[in-house]
């Protein structure tokens, strides 16, 4: 372990000089030949001033960017090959942070290791973060490998079986098909409003359109990809996801149709929220616009058109006005 001089660099000598760099050093702190001397001494390494030339040298032969400044008022080296800058390491931690599906012990687990991308200054710069984020972090500690049990079944184009579980008052889990699990064929992953979604068929139902569900991966146990390949009538759905998704996930539930809703410009914010900004508004006169997208009609859709207090009407077709009223109505019945 304290063998030094020739060409010979001993591996663990090499290791924790490049730790030390990663670790210890940045633009704006760097180190001197003789601190990195006495940190490798300090480690039990004992080591020359043309020993550690080497060592740096060799490092930098294997595509290990390092910056020296010999001059000036603050000389030193520094490493300069970080996967992450500064700023998308912020990203990545808010991220981490304001995911919902992610729990709070993993969210610890994977900010940790993130930090231990960047440098010691550069980590607690980043430990003082000033956002504060109003998130629900779900409970289900399995999320994770459920996620990578419908990635491999996508992939392999295979079958699915998981337990599928509601929250009752009492945050317990009430499973649903007396506690069975039940067989699926997937065919999209969807993460959207900070949850993960898996679409599929459901095996045991033979109407297609009664078999299609959207099952959220929080409220699974015991997801298992299985060896039994998916059937023609699913493997078909794999071109059609993406349109799936943007009609189902616009609002959820119901029959597809294809609604024109009128709104106020003040209105142009939330409708690029919910449909996305390459929507098409066409604008009309005393500053109005009308929109026609394809939703699934149902209490959710009426829901998020009556939040804005009338502002929003829905111009067409005559059927989704009139489902729309009944709606109301039912609403106003209560009170």
Sequence with gaps: MHTEEGNKIPSGRILKLQQILLRETDEAHKITGPVLRKRLQDAGYHISDETLRLDLKALEQNDFTLVASRGGKDPGYFADCRLFTKPEMKLLLDTVQASGFVTEAKTKDLMKKLLSLVSLNEEKDLKKSEILFNTRKHSNKTI??????????????????????????????????????????PFALICFEDNYYLHALRTDIENEKEAMRTYRLDRMTKAQALPTPITDRTAKHFGRAAEYTRSAFKMYGGEDAAVTLRFPKELCGPVYDKFGEKCRITALENGLGELTETVQISGTFFSWVDQFEGKMEIMAPETVREMHKEHLQKLLSRY
Excluded: G, P
């Design 144 to 185: 994770y490998y459920n996620i990578d049990a419908c990635e491999t079944a996508i992939r392999n184009r295979s079958q699915i079986s998981f337990q599928y579980y509601d929250l009752d008052f009492d945050r317990k889990r009430c499973y649903r098909y007396q506690s069975k699990a039940i067989t699926v064929e």
